[in-house]
């Protein structure tokens, strides 16, 4: 409000939030050795006396909030002001500084948990805290000191039964507590810029690792890399430079590189997340919906969104041959992505039952346990090794009677051993 309707304006919704906390708080019972403060910026305080359990200070709490909900009349502007409420009850022997400072952790989880609400501070909450600054301060350093690492799962296309690309998958090698799950530490890292430096070390070494394959084996096609953006880094303007920047320095083409965000990550800033994706479909970026069904999105927006796949959630390929509604929704999405000239990847797809169901149902993609787990590096490109050592074998076998197979369209192509003649290179699977 400083920003866009000036100073004035911003001291007046101060006196006039002042206002009517002041209200709120006369209102009731506990008015005798009340107090409400500013504690500095738009940040308020307010010490109730006589107040015997939470629901007391849960009332007041939410007299609050409705003595805010409406809207602050600002030299003919209307402005909502919308508040957190932490609540704290003090213990005997707690100082000052430690009702302060619960009551402020019991804010930030009311506004974790959405906006215009309160929240009861309760000593679990405090180890939560003490668990993520752990989280966070580790993550910080990790990066440096080379303890993230990614896994890599599969994508295969249902027609040709092939593996088209790999999804880059994070993992935190902990010093202390081994190989974690991005559940543990990205939705930590997402809210703060922390995400950003992550994503960015995502970015780079997904790309990398794909070139140094490339180095190694003969893809035809090439094989894709998928990497996942979160929604601070798309509303991040450094994400088109990273892209360039690190396109550049792999050589990778950018075809080959895919980005997957979530509904959630469009809708948070459609107009921006509009401008970002399309410049990355101008340089030959492909883009994915991730999680999709999950979240709320516009079909209005969807249609205007440059995307080129996908991908269906998994709780809906769960619940297929379980629940016989998934079915249908699986039906719809994938006939929602073919009006509008998009692929489909079913993910999750653990059983033989799930990929038949997929695959009947028209999607052209999947990935799951059923056909890879995600995996190492190292894991992923033993495979890579292994069947390209079959194909060689295949290949000298097939050379013993002087002909070699002609190329055919989806043929790969591996790179020749240095003591072999190039042609015996050549295979079909
Ligand atoms: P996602 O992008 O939807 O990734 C797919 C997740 O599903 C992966 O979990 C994968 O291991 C899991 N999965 C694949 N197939 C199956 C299956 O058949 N059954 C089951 N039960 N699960 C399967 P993971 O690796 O734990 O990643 C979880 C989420 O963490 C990802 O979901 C993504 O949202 C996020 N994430 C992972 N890496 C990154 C990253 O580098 N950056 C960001 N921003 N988020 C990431
Ligand atoms: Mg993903
Ligand atoms: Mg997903």
């Known amino acids: 409000i400083n920003d866009s309707l000036g100073h004035a304006a911003g001291d007046e919704l101060l006196m006039g939030v002042a206002g009517r906390l002041r209200s709120s708080v006369r209102a009731g019972w506990e008015t005798r050795q009340s107090v409400v403060a500013r504690l500095g910026g738009d940040e308020f305080a307010i010490l109730l006396?006589?107040?015997?359990?939470?629901?007391?200070?849960?009332?007041?709490?939410q007299r609050?909030?409705?003595?805010?909900?409406?809207?602050?009349?600002l030299d003919g502007h209307q402005v909502f002001a919308t508040?957190?409420?932490?609540?704290?009850?003090?213990?005997?022997?707690?100082?000052?500084?430690?009702?302060?400072?619960?009551?402020?952790?019991?804010?930030?989880?009311?506004?974790?948990?959405?906006k215009a609400r309160f929240a009861v501070f309760d000593q679990g909450m405090r180890e939560r805290a003490v668990a993520?600054?752990?989280?966070?301060?580790?993550?910080?350093?990790?990066?440096?000191?080379?303890?993230?690492?990614?896994?890599?799962?599969?994508?295969?296309?249902?027609?040709?039964?092939?593996?088209?690309?790999?999804?880059?998958?994070?993992?935190?090698?902990h010093p202390e507590r081994g190989?974690?799950?991005?559940?543990?530490?990205?939705?930590?890292?997402?809210?703060?810029?922390?995400?950003?430096?992550?994503?960015?070390?995502?970015?780079?070494?997904?790309?990398?690792?794909?070139?140094?394959?490339?180095?190694?084996?003969?893809?035809?096609?090439?094989?894709?890399?998928?990497?996942?953006?979160?929604?601070?880094?798309?509303?991040?303007?450094?994400?088109?430079?990273?892209?360039?920047?690190?396109?550049r320095e792999t050589g990778l083409d950018p075809k080959r590189l895919k980005l997957e965000v979530t509904e959630g990550s469009i809708m948070q800033d459609p107009e921006m997340a509009l401008a970002t994706l399309r410049r990355l479909k101008l340089m030959n970026i492909?883009?994915?919906?991730?999680?999709?069904?999950?979240?709320?999105?516009?079909?209005?927006?969807?249609?205007?969104?440059?995307?080129?796949?996908?991908?269906?959630?998994?709780?809906?390929?769960?619940?297929?041959?379980?629940?016989?509604?998934?079915?249908?929704?699986?039906r719809t999405i994938v006939n929602l992505a073919r009006s509008l000239d998009m692929g489909v990847v079913a993910e999750g797809v653990e059983t033989k039952d799930q990929f038949e169901t997929v695959n009947t149902l028209g999607c052209g993609?999947?990935?799951?346990?059923?056909?890879?787990?995600?995996?190492?590096?190292?894991?992923?490109?033993?495979l890579m090794r292994e069947r390209d050592n079959l194909?060689?074998?295949?290949?000298?076998?097939?050379?013993?009677?002087?002909?070699?197979?002609?190329p055919r369209r989806g043929d790969q192509i591996a790179k020749p051993p240095a003591n072999r003649a190039p042609e015996t290179a050549l295979v079909r699977i």
């Open 365 to 382: 993609y999947v990935q799951g346990y059923y056909f890879a787990r995600p995996a190492s590096a190292e894991n992923a490109e033993a």
């Open 49 to 61: 006396g006589d107040v015997r359990d939470e629901a007391d200070a849960g009332m007041v709490a």
């Open 64 to 73: 609050i909030l409705d003595g805010l909900a409406s809207p602050f009349n």
């Open 286 to 330: 492909g883009l994915e919906i991730d999680d999709f069904g999950t979240g709320y999105s516009s079909l209005s927006y969807l249609q205007k969104l440059p995307f080129d796949t996908v991908k269906i959630d998994r709780s809906f390929i769960r619940e297929l041959g379980v629940c016989p509604e998934s079915s249908e929704i699986v």
């Open 179 to 247: 190989i974690l799950p991005p559940s543990e530490f990205i939705p930590i890292a997402e809210e703060s810029e922390l995400i950003v430096h992550v994503g960015r070390w995502v970015l780079n070494e997904a790309c990398r690792q794909m070139a140094e394959w490339d180095k190694e084996f003969v893809f035809d096609p090439p094989l894709t890399i998928s990497v996942n953006v979160a929604p601070r880094q798309l509303n991040d303007a450094s994400l088109v430079e990273d892209v360039k920047r690190v396109l």
């Open 83 to 114: 508040v957190s409420v932490g609540i704290a009850l003090s213990s005997p022997g707690d100082s000052p500084e430690d009702l302060l400072h619960n009551a402020d952790t019991a804010m930030y989880n009311a506004k974790a948990a959405g």
């Open 391 to 406: 194909r060689r074998a295949f290949v000298v076998l097939q050379g013993t009677d002087g002909r070699s197979p002609a």
């Open 132 to 173: 993520r600054l752990e989280i966070e301060t580790g993550l910080r350093k990790a990066i440096d000191a080379r303890e993230l690492v990614l896994y890599y799962q599969p994508e295969l296309s249902v027609s040709s039964q092939r593996v088209i690309g790999y999804e880059a998958l994070v993992r935190w090698n």
